[in-house]
Nanobody, 128 residues
Framework: QVQVTESGGGSVEAGGSLRLSCTAS????????MAWFRQAQGQDREAIAA???????KYANSVKGRFSISQDDAKKTTYLEMTSLKPEDSRTYYC??????????????????????WGQGTLVSVSA
């Protein structure tokens, strides 16, 4: 059974940077799509970045130019490098994996059944 686990969240001042990691365990095929989502309390979960198995990447307008998604296949880890952080970036960030294309979700709010596997989330707090 495939599982994904996020790490790297924390508190940072506005303008600062953080790198989130998402490590997969279990028998994950090489053709899975990986995506990062974020959610504020009481709001929908938004897809902000995704990378398909063929390397195609997509970003939501809200993070384009500031966030970068990358993968280390040997470590089964997907990263989200976040720079120029703003207070409005303060959310819980989730990593998820899917056996189908997932870049289609980027920029949209999704329900939990949009992806096959979800992590437990990691909190990012950006102070002004």
């Amino acid at each position: 059974q495939v599982q994904v686990t996020e790490s790297g969240g924390g508190s940072v001042e506005a303008g600062g940077s953080l790198r989130l990691s998402c490590t997969a365990s279990g028998n994950m095929p090489s053709d899975w799509c990986m995506a990062w989502f974020r959610q504020a309390q009481g709001q929908d979960r938004e897809a902000i970045a995704a990378v398909d198995w063929d390397g195609r990447i997509k970003y939501a307008n809200s993070v384009k130019g500031r966030f970068s998604i990358s993968q280390d296949d040997a470590k089964k880890t997907t990263y989200l490098e976040m720079t120029s952080l703003k207070p409005e970036d303060s959310r819980t960030y989730y990593c998820a994996a899917d056996s189908d294309a997932c870049t289609v979700w980027v920029g949209h709010s999704v329900s939990p059944d949009a992806m096959d596997v979800w992590g437990q989330g990691t909190l990012v707090s950006v102070s002004a």
